[in-house]
Nanobody, 116 residues
Framework: QVQLVESGGGLVQPGGSLRLSCAAS????????MSWYRQAPGKQRELVAT???????NYADFVKGRFTITRDNAKNTVYLQMNALTPDDTAVYYC??????????WGQGTQVTVSS
């Protein structure tokens, strides 16, 4: 069983930055892909960014140029650097680790609130 522990959320003013971390434990090898999703109140969960083990990345249009996903395979950790935050970025952010279609895991979520 894989456990994902997220950290780094909190309250930040518009224009500010936060860095989220997600540490995976329970496997000795890195996930094929690790992603960040978010879910705002009353909205569906949506993909924010994905990074494959080989290093390729994919971003949602609404975060391009502002957010950066990185990962440390040796530490089984994925990061999300979020800059130029706006109130629309307020959501619970979830880490997702994909090993295969039958073997994928969600973190518990970390709240990000952007407000003055």
């Amino acid at each position: 069983q894989v456990q994902l522990v997220e950290s780094g959320g909190g309250l930040v003013q518009p224009g500010g930055s936060l860095r989220l971390s997600c540490a995976a434990s329970g496997r000795r090898f890195p996930a094929n892909a690790m992603s960040w999703y978010r879910q705002a109140p009353g909205k569906q969960r949506e993909l924010v960014a994905t990074m494959a083990s080989a290093g390729t990345t994919n971003y949602a249009d609404f975060v391009k140029g502002r957010f950066t996903i990185t990962r440390d395979n040796a530490k089984n950790t994925v990061y999300l650097q979020m800059n130029a935050l706006t109130p629309d970025d307020t959501a619970v952010y979830y880490c997702y680790a994909f090993y295969s279609f039958a073997d994928a895991y969600w973190g518990q979520g970390t709240q990000v609130t952007v407000s003055s």
